[in-house]
């Protein structure tokens, strides 16, 4: 079994930061794409930013230029979102999700973590 645990979350006025980490542990050989989504109250789950092992990114358009990714260069098993110029509309709860292959298990799993509020308010 694999587990996703992600921190860093809280309350940050606009214009603010925050830094949020995920750290994947368990039965893992090798994890391929890692990433961040947000589900707003009310609202569907989307994307948000993903990494590949190979240090490729992919951003959605509302999170360009104020957001990166990027994963620990010691451990490749930890993923972090960088969130600057944060804006009220960036409120959520966001979810690390990675794509894990496992010693013993012929397929590549997804497995998402349990969440950490994001609030920008004044």
């Known amino acids: 079994q694999v587990q996703l645990v992600e921190s860093g979350g809280g309350l940050v006025q606009p214009g603010g930061s925050l830094r949020l980490s995920c750290a994947a542990s368990?039965?893992?050989?090798?994890?391929?794409?890692m990433g961040w989504y947000r589900q707003a109250p009310g609202k569907q789950r989307e994307l948000v930013a993903t990494?590949?092992?190979?240090?490729?990114?992919?951003y959605a358009d509302s999170v360009k230029g104020r957001f990166t990714i990027s994963r620990d260069s010691a451990n490749k098993n930890t993923v972090y979102l960088q969130m600057n110029s944060l804006k009220p509309e960036d409120t959520a709860v966001y979810y690390c999700?990675?794509?894990?292959?496992?010693?013993?298990?012929?397929?590549?799993?997804?497995?998402w973590g349990q969440g950490t509020q994001v609030t920008v308010s004044s």
């Open positions: 368990g039965n893992i050989l090798s994890i391929n794409t």
């Open positions: 999700n990675a794509d894990v292959a496992s010693f013993g298990v012929l397929r590549v799993n997804n497995y």
């Open positions: 990494v590949t092992s190979g240090g490729v990114t992919n």
